[in-house]
Every structure is written in structure tokens, then in C-alpha cells.
């Protein structure tokens, strides 16, 4: 199995976290988001992704793009360490959680649209950390709500073991982060982070261990 | 059954096609994103849905936010007309469309999104218009590129019947034809989109058919 990734990537993250908890060896392969101005963007990847964006994802039978697609088909392969609940309004619930950063967060944080407010639309440094700070702020108080109301939150987003919403919740912490945003105002988002960051399987997947770092 | 549902909205717009697909009743309980200052943002709504976006659903057993969230809940407690593709590696390839849409191009349109622009970032109506146009098409032909490389792509995105893929790719299109996008240059985007939009489940989903339609 081989994963297109980048160190930095939210997305690619995302899929390392799953990969690990499954305990499945892969190739990573790098693809420099900066570098080259976008590997991404290039002939070679676009072969592999034509939408020119990180991750993408090949085994034996596909080659597969979007990071809630390969987790979900990862976890229908290789069942054994089950990233989805076993009943129907659970895995409807984690869909959901997982959908809320990667829908209503991310796509709006990305370097591309990050690319087009500062050379198209030149925003300032300032207003391009505002843009950043606003979406994550709205999306982590929306996620925060859903978690804080629903009895199946439990040491993780659904229940007592990892799910593809946790996959989720990380790596959208972590950029976070790197934007000084105070976690600490969402303690259902912060108690999740704070419990998986040090899992063995969420530690090998952050940026700072990847063969890319920098 | 309730389906909380702005006529326009895009994700909306695509749950009302799968439950037409299915043969499925619902109250349709309209959330008017531009009166009173957006009631998706009233707190009356919050309690619903607390990221305060259309749709939401709810059932006898969940209260279910996201639109693919919502469709795959859909697909798998109404078996009988399948959404999903019965093999793995196809079900991973029609959530794939499905991201692309919902990840890589909507999310940047989004009525909230066009209203940091335009308010806080003071963009032009022009600058908006190409801003809206710039992510639909650099989106749409990503989508392009998997459908025209993809043996699994028939008549609909995947195979012969309707899945998940087309009921988010009708929406998406209905709102690139909004900005006046020519469509013809993603021939098999062009050619499933009116293969769908004229049969009855797509049909009476469609914005001017809906009881709010303005």
C-alpha cells in the first residue's frame, strides 16, 4: 500500500492516523506542497490525483482520493480494528463529527484558497491569520456542541475506542494550534486531544515524525 | 420523517434527491437562510442543529446533521433501493465523487463564506463572482478527470443506476449553471447531469419544485 502524503498535510494526517491504528505497514511517498511550485499540481501527480491534492491512496485494486474515502475503505478491508461503530445511527454520527472539519473547517483553510485570498485577492498577513482563526473557531464550536450534547461521546468522540472522528479531530487540533487558538474554551475537543495525542498510533502519525519533516 | 431544508441550498438540495430516490415521505420544514438574519443561525435552530447550517434530519432515533452523513443513514436504513455500490472498492469510489463535491467545492461557496468576503474582506460582486466560478471549475474538472478515467463510470457516475455520486453532482451543477458555467467542457459531468435531472426522483427535488421556492 502506498500513501501520497505530506508531512504538514491535515488530510494526508488524517489517513496516517487510521493506517496506524490498524497496525497496516505502508510506502509513504512524498509529495512537496511548496516545493516546485506544488508537486501536487504537477503532470505526475495529477496522473495519480487528477484534482491535484494530497492524499491519495493505492492498493493492489484502487487507486483512491479523499481523505474520509480511504479511511472508510480502509476500515471495510481490513475490519479488524474497527474505526466505525456496528450500528447504523452510530456510524451516521461519527460520519457527521468527521464531516464537520472536513467540510465546514478545512476546505476553507487550505493552502490553495490561503493562495487565492493572498495573490488574488490580497488580503494581508493579518487578515489572512483572521480568515484561518474564524473558520477553525466556528467549526470547533459547532463540533464542540455536538460532542457536549450527545450521550455517545465517551473518552473518545464516540465510545471508548478510537473512530474515524477522532482521525478527524487531531490533525484539525493540531492546525489549530499552529494558529494560537485557545483549545481550552472546547473541553470536549481538548479532553479527546489531550487522551489521543500520546496513543502510540496517533504519535507516529503526527507531522513532526514523518520521513518528510522539517 | 423531517428533512430541515432551504430551497437553494446545495446540500440540502441533495438530500431531497436520495430520499426521492428511495420512495421515502418527509415533512419538509423550511429554514429561511436569509430572512430574520439567516434563521439556520437562531438559536431555535441551533438546538437542531448547533453549527447552525441547512439540512438537518431527524428521525424516531437521530438527530443527524451533513448531508453525506444524512444519505449514507438513509442508505443503510432503507436498504431496498441501494445508493451504494455493493463492493467495497466501489462504494470507496462514489464517496470519492461525492467528496469531491462536498469537500473540494462547495464548502468554498457557501452563503456564510461569500458573506466574510464581501463583509469583512470587502470584495467586489465581481471578485465574488470569479472567486465562486474559480472553485466550481477548478473542482468540476477534477471530478472531469476521475469520471472520464474511470472504467465503473456508466451512464450515471457509477454503473447503471443512481448513487450517492449523482445525487451530489446534480446539485453542484444546478448551482455552476447559476454563475453562468459553460458545462459542455466536462462532457461527462454535462452528460449524467442530464441524464438525471429530468427523472422524477431529481426532478421534484429540484429548488423551484419546493414549497419555500421563491
Not at 11 to 19: S, T
Not at 56 to 78: G, H, K, N, P
Request: proline share 7%.
Amino acid at each position: 500500500m502506498k500513501l501520497y502524503t505530506y508531512f504538514r498535510s491535515s488530510a494526508a494526517y488524517r489517513v496516517r492516523i487510521a493506517l496506524n491504528l490498524k497496525g497496516l505497514g505502508y510506502d509513504a511517498v512524498p509529495v512537496h506542497l511548496l516545493k516546485d511550485g506544488g508537486q501536487q499540481r504537477q503532470e505526475e501527480y495529477r496522473r495519480i490525483n487528477p484534482s491535484g491534492l494530497v492524499p491519495a491512496f493505492q492498493d493492489e485494486r484502487i487507486t483512491l482520493t479523499q481523505s474520509m474515502a480511504i479511511v472508510e475503505y480502509l476500515d471495510e478491508r481490513f475490519p479488524a480494528v474497527p474505526l466505525m461503530p456496528q450500528d447504523a445511527p452510530g456510524r451516521a454520527r461519527v460520519r457527521e463529527l468527521a464531516q464537520i472539519i472536513a467540510c465546514d473547517i478545512h476546505p476553507l483553510n487550505n493552502l490553495r484558497v490561503l493562495r487565492y485570498l493572498v495573490h488574488e485577492l490580497k488580503i494581508s498577513e493579518e487578515q489572512k491569520n483572521d480568515w484561518i482563526r474564524h473558520w477553525i473557531r466556528e467549526g470547533l464550536a459547532g463540533l464542540e456542541s455536538h460532542l457536549a450534547r450527545d450521550p455517545a461521546a465517551g473518552p473518545f468522540c464516540h465510545g471508548s475506542a478510537p473512530t474515524i472522528a477522532d482521525c478527524f479531530l487531531v490533525p484539525q487540533v493540531f492546525n489549530a494550534q499552529r494558529f494560537e487558538i485557545d483549545i481550552s474554551v472546547y473541553p470536549n475537543i481538548a479532553r479527546i486531544y489531550a487522551l489521543c495525542i500520546d496513543l502510540p498510533a496517533f504519535a507516529a502519525a503526527h507531522p513532526s515524525r514523518q520521513p518528510d519533516a522539517e
